[in-house]
C-alpha cells in the first residue's frame, strides 16, 4: 500500500488544531474566555487544540472585538501570514456586528468586514464552552474543504500552502 | 555597540492584549521605550453624546471586561451624587460583594498570566483554576460570568438570596485554603524570586512624580487605597491597604497576592453584615452637574469625571483608567532592562489595554 | 453642583503645576470638556493623600495650551490624547505622537469628531470662538 502524505498531513490537520488568538478592540472578556479554555475546568488540550503564538503555525484564527482604524491592518496582516486552509472565528457581539460600539467613531464594525469569517459565536462574552464548540464547527469546514480539494478532478495533492481559495 | 530598535507586540505570546511598544535597544540592554497605542481605541467616551444616562451603565461596563462591575459602579455612583440619591444599604453591601469579586477574579488572572510570563506554567493552571470558583460564583448569583450588569442607577438589579450568601461564605472559604500553598510558592519559590527580586525597582518618590495608581503606587511603599474614603459600604468594613516597601516587581506581586485574600476577607465581612431592605431606589428626572468620583479598581484608582446639562444624555463623560496611569512608570523602569525581563517588567503594572484606551 | 474647581488663566497653568509638584501633589488627569462656541474647558485633576484639588483654565478654541508634561511626565499621555480627540495644540510636549496616538494618519484626524468639536487648528482659518 502506497503512503499518502497529504492524508496523512490533513488527519493530523484536523485531529489536532493550532488556533492563535488576535484580540482586535475587544474589551478582555472574551479573551479571558478565550484563556479559560485552556485552563484545567475546561481543557482544550484534550481536543489536540494548542494555543500558539505563531500565526504561520495556526489552522484557527479567533478574533475577538470590534475592528478599528488601526488594527484592520495588522489584522489583514496576521490572516495573510496563516497557510491554507484556515479557518477564521469571530468572537463575541463586537466581532459579529461592532455591538454595543457600532456607532462609536473609530469602529469599522464586524470582523467580516476585513477578512473572511467562517464561524460566527455570539454573546457578550460567549461561555468557554460556546467557544469550543465553535472551534470544532471550524473543524468540520476545513475537512469539507479538505476533501473537496482532494476529489477536485485534475488536481493531485491539496492546494499547495500560500495558495489563495477560488473566490 | 549598535542600536536596533524592536517591535514589542501588539501581538505577542505573552500578552492577551495589543500593547505595543518601540524598544531601543543596546545589545540586550533596553535604552529607550516608546508607547504605540490606538489599537484597541474605540472612542467609547464620545458615545456618552448619543446614549441616555441609563444606557451608559452597559457602555461603561465594557470599558474592561475584567472590572466591569466597579466601572458601572463609579459611573452609577457619579450619577447618584448627581441627583442626590440615597442608594439603600443592602444595595451598597450588594456591590461591594460583587466588586470585591471582580478584584479577586482580576487578581487570580494577573497573577496566573505573571507565572505564566516566565515560564511557570503549573502555577498558571493552578490558579485559573481556583478563579474559576469566583466566576461560578457570579454566574450563579449575576447569571453572567464575567459582566455581571448587575448595577443600576439608584441601587442594584437583583438580590443574592440568603442560601447563595451561605455558599459564597463556604466557597471563599475553600478558596482561600487553595490559594494559602500557591501564595507560599509565589513569594518563595527560587526561579520566581529570581526573575523578580529586584527588577523594574520604581522609588518611594518617583513612583508618586509619575502618577502611578493602585498595586504600583502600594509596592513603592505609598499606603493609598481609594476604598479609604469610604465609598459604598466600605464605612462600616474593615480594612488596611496593603503595602511593601521595595519597589520592584517581586513586591507589586505579593501586594497584588496579600490583597487577593484581603478582598475575600471584605466579602466574608460583608455577607456577615448584610441588612435587609430595598435592592434600589428609583431615579427621577435627569442629572445637572458636574462631578469627579473615583473608585479603587484592581488596577488601581479608577477615576470618572461625568457632566450632566439637565438633558437625558450626559455632556461629558471622562475616564481615567489605571492603566492610563501607570504606562509612565512602566517607561520610567524599562530603560536599564534586560530585553528578556521586558515581559515581566510589562505585566507587572497589570496593563489592561483596553482600559487605556477606551 | 459644579466641581470645585479654582479658576486659571493660561499662563497660570504651569505655575499652579510647578506649585502642585513643589508640594508633593500627584498628577492624575486632565479633562477637556467642549463647551461649543464658549471653547474648552481643560481640568487639572490633583491628588495628595486622597485629598483632591481640581484647577479649571478656560481658553477659546484655537489656542496654544501650555503643556506640563515637562513638570509631570505623566501628563505626556493624556495631553496627546487631548490633542488626538480634541484638536488642541500644546506647546513643549517631551514626546509628541503628531495626532497618531489614538487615530490613524490616512483616517484624516481633522475630521473624526470627537465630543461635539467643531473646530481644529488651522492657523489661516478664522476660529469659531
Redesign the interface.
Known amino acids: 500500500m502506497k503512503f499518502d502524505l497529504q492524508k496523512w498531513i490533513n488527519e493530523g490537520r484536523l485531529k489536532s488544531p493550532w488556533v492563535v ?16 479554555c485552556l ?3 475546561h481543557d482544550v488540550e484534550r481536543f489536540g487544540i494548542i494555543n ?2 505563531n ?1 504561520k503555525q495556526a489552522d484557527v484564527l479567533l478574533v475577538s ?2 475592528v ?1 482604524h ?2 484592520k491592518t ?1 489584522l489583514k496582516n ?1 490572516y495573510d501570514q496563516m497557510q491554507h486552509p484556515k479557518a477564521v472565528i469571530a468572537i463575541g457581539s463586537c466581532g459579529l456586528s461592532g ?3 457600532y ?5 469599522v464594525g464586524g470582523v467580516d468586514k476585513v477578512i473572511p469569517v467562517d464561524v460566527y459565536v455570539p454573546g ?2 460567549p ?1 468557554p464552552e460556546q467557544i469550543i464548540d465553535a472551534v470544532l464547527v471550524a473543524l468540520g469546514k476545513l475537512k469539507a474543504s479538505l476533501e473537496k480539494s482532494d476529489e477536485a478532478p485534475g488536481q493531485e495533492t491539496a492546494p499547495a500552502a500560500g495558495e489563495q481559495p477560488a473566490a | 555597540m549598535t542600536r536596533s530598535i524592536i517591535p514589542f507586540g ?4 505573552v500578552l ?3 500593547l505595543h511598544l518601540k524598544l531601543t535597544v543596546e545589545d540586550e540592554t533596553v535604552v529607550e521605550a ?2 504605540a ?11 456618552a ?2 446614549r441616555d444616562y441609563h444606557q451608559m451603565i ?2 461603561v461596563e ?5 472590572c ?1 462591575c466597579i466601572h458601572a459602579m463609579c459611573y452609577c455612583n457619579a450619577i447618584e ?2 441627583m442626590g440619591l440615597e442608594v439603600p444599604r443592602r444595595a451598597k453591601y450588594l456591590r461591594v460583594i460583587w466588586s470585591e469579586l471582580h478584584r479577586v477574579h482580576s487578581h487570580l ?1 494577573w497573577l496566573g498570566l505573571f507565572a505564566d510570563a516566565f515560564g511557570f506554567e503549573s502555577l498558571f ?2 490558579l ?2 481556583i ?2 470558583r469566583v ?1 461560578d460564583i457570579n454566574e450563579a448569583t449575576a447569571g453572567n ?3 455581571v450588569s448587575t448595577n443600576i442607577i439608584g441601587g442594584v438589579r437583583r438580590d443574592i438570596s440568603e442560601d447563595w450568601l451561605k455558599q459564597i461564605l463556604k466557597d471563599i472559604t475553600e478558596i482561600e485554603q487553595q490559594l494559602k500553598p500557591m501564595f507560599d510558592v509565589m513569594t518563595n519559590d527560587y526561579t520566581i524570586k529570581k526573575r523578580t527580586v529586584g527588577k523594574g525597582v520604581l522609588s518611594k518618590e518617583l513612583c ?4 502611578a495608581a493602585g498595586p504600583t503606587l502600594r509596592g513603592s511603599g505609598w499606603a ?1 487605597d ?1 476604598r ?2 469610604k465609598y459604598e459600604a466600605f464605612d462600616e468594613l474593615d480594612f488596611e491597604p496593603v503595602v511593601e516597601y521595595d519597589g520592584d516587581c517581586y513586591s507589586r506581586n505579593k501586594v497584588r497576592f496579600r490583597e487577593t485574600f484581603q478582598s475575600l476577607e471584605i466579602v466574608r465581612q460583608a455577607i456577615n453584615r448584610i441588612p435587609s431592605g430595598e435592592l434600589a431606589v428609583k431615579p427621577k428626572g435627569n442629572p ?5 468620583f ?1 473608585v479603587e479598581q484592581p488596577r488601581g ?1 479608577l ?1 470618572y ?1 461625568v ?1 450632566c446639562n439637565g438633558g437625558k444624555n450626559p ?2 463623560v ?1 475616564i ?1 483608567t489605571p492603566t ?2 501607570n ?2 512608570p512602566l517607561l ?1 523602569m524599562l530603560p536599564g532592562a534586560q530585553l528578556a525581563d521586558v515581559p515581566v517588567l510589562a505585566l507587572s503594572i497589570d496593563p ?1 489595554i ?1 482600559c487605556t ?1 477606551r | ?3 470645585d474647581a479654582s479658576t486659571i488663566s493660561l499662563d497660570g497653568v504651569r505655575n499652579s503645576a510647578k506649585e502642585m ?1 513643589d508640594e ?1 501633589w ?4 486632565q ?4 463647551l461649543g462656541d464658549e471653547g474648552f474647558d481643560i ?1 487639572f ?1 490633583y ?1 495628595k ?2 485629598a ?1 484639588t ?1 484647577y479649571r483654565a478656560r481658553v477659546p478654541k484655537g489656542t496654544v495650551v501650555p503643556s506640563i508634561s515637562g513638570i ?3 501628563a ?3 495631553e496627546n490624547e487631548n490633542r488626538d ?1 480634541f484638536g488642541l495644540e500644546y506647546d513643549g510636549l517631551v ?1 509628541d505622537f503628531n495626532r ?5 494618519e490616512s483616517g484624516d484626524p481633522m475630521t473624526a ?4 468639536i467643531t473646530t481644529f487648528i488651522n492657523p489661516n482659518a478664522k476660529t469659531e470662538a
Request: proline share 7%.
Open positions: 488568538h488576535f484580540n482586535c478592540g475587544s474589551c478582555n472578556g472574551c479573551d479571558i474566555e478565550i484563556l479559560d485552563t484545567p475546568v500558539v503564538g500565526p472585538g470590534t478599528n488601526r488594527n495588522a496576521i455591538g454595543i460600539f456607532d462609536a467613531y473609530n469602529v457578550c462574552p461561555k | 501588539p501581538q505577542h505570546p492577551p492584549e495589543p516608546i508607547p497605542l490606538g489599537y484597541v481605541h474605540r472612542g467609547l467616551e464620545g458615545l453624546q448619543r452597559y457602555v465594557r470599558v474592561c471586561g475584567i466591569s451624587k448627581l488572572l493552571m493552578n485559573w483554576k478563579r474559576e466566576m460570568r464575567v459582566i508618586h512624580q509619575l502618577g493609598q481609594v479609604q474614603l445637572d452637574g458636574e462631578i469627579a473615583r484608582e477615576f469625571y457632566k455632556e461629558r471622562r481615567r492610563f496611569a504606562i509612565p520610567a489592561c483596553s484606551e | 453642583m459644579m466641581l509638584f508633593g500627584r498628577f492624575v488627569t479633562t477637556v470638556v467642549d481640568l485633576h491628588d493623600d486622597l483632591e481640581h509631570y511626565f505623566a505626556l499621555l493624556v480627540l514626546l497618531t496616538l489614538y487615530l490613524e469628531p470627537f465630543c461635539k
